[in-house]
T-cell receptor, first 111, second 118 residues
Framework: GIQVEQSPPDLILQEGANSTLRCNFS?????LQWFHQNPWGQLINLFY???GTKQNGRLSATTVATERYSLLYISSSQTTDSGVYFC?????????????FGKGTSLLVTP | DSGVTQTPKHLITATGQRVTLRCSPR?????VYWYQQSLDQGLQFLIQ???????AKGNILERFSAQQFPDLHSELNLSSLELGDSALYFC?????????????????FGPGTRLTVL
């Protein structure tokens, strides 16, 4: 199956700082999603981005499909950005398709 | 709010017991997926249903089974529970059964059911 690797595994930022999270994947993909898992466990959709660049407020994402990586940018971080950020790609599994998740980047934003 | 609902939110039970988790997909979505999140295994795909039919299986144990009903809600049945089954179980839904080249098939996740086996 497709391997998904995220870096860094852990990140501590002071409020107001910027950061870049990386996701590498081992094969071409039709679907790549970024999620934020908040401290209450909810998985929140951030981006659906198999290729190209998208922006949503302080967050933006870029996927370079030909080079098999995606980047998530967080600017002017806030304490509410804390949580775990997951990258997931669609994989083929026994005649069907599902998301294969990376291990995540755990982000803590301090006041 | 993703539009995907799951019940119950929390479940505490004993080893050897059987439980049923329920999921209602977003309006209009035909695919339902079940995922398990545990501390040691991370987020893992269990099983997918599309319009009532099983479409894909991941790392789902034989003690676990699922189904999707005509109204498209889905249930995940976990039996002969073991301590290691304690985890957060997510349901997700999407419009189609896969993205395909140039297609769109974003998955949206429910709030999860936290299962504790004592």
């Amino acid at each position: 199956g497709i391997q998904v690797e995220q870096s860094p595994p852990d990140l501590i930022l002071q409020e107001g700082a910027n950061s870049t999270l990386r996701c590498n994947f081992s094969d071409s993909v039709n679907n790549l999603q970024w999620f934020h898992q908040n401290p209450w466990g909810q998985l929140i959709n951030l981006f659906y981005i198999p290729s190209g660049t998208k922006q949503n407020g302080r967050l933006s994402a870029t996927t370079v499909a030909t080079e098999r990586y995606s980047l998530l940018y967080i600017s002017s971080s806030q304490t509410t950005d804390s949580g775990v950020y997951f990258c997931a790609v669609e994989m083929h599994s026994n005649s069907g398709y599902a998301l294969n998740f990376g291990k995540g980047t755990s982000l803590l934003v301090t006041p | 709010d993703s539009g995907v609902t799951q019940t119950p939110k929390h479940l505490i039970t004993a080893t050897g017991q059987r439980v049923t988790l329920r999921c209602s997909p977003r309006s209009g979505d035909l695919s339902v997926y079940w995922y398990q999140q545990s501390l040691d295994q991370g987020l893992q795909f269990l099983i997918q249903y599309y319009n009532g039919e099983e479409r894909a299986k991941g790392n789902i144990l034989e003690r676990f089974s699922a189904q999707q009903f005509p109204d498209l809600h889905s249930e995940l049945n976990l039996s002969s529970l073991e301590l290691g089954d304690s985890a957060l179980y997510f349901c997700a839904s999407s419009t189609h059964h896969h993205s395909g080249p140039g297609g769109y098939n974003e998955q949206f996740f429910g709030p999860g059911t936290r299962l504790t086996v004592l």
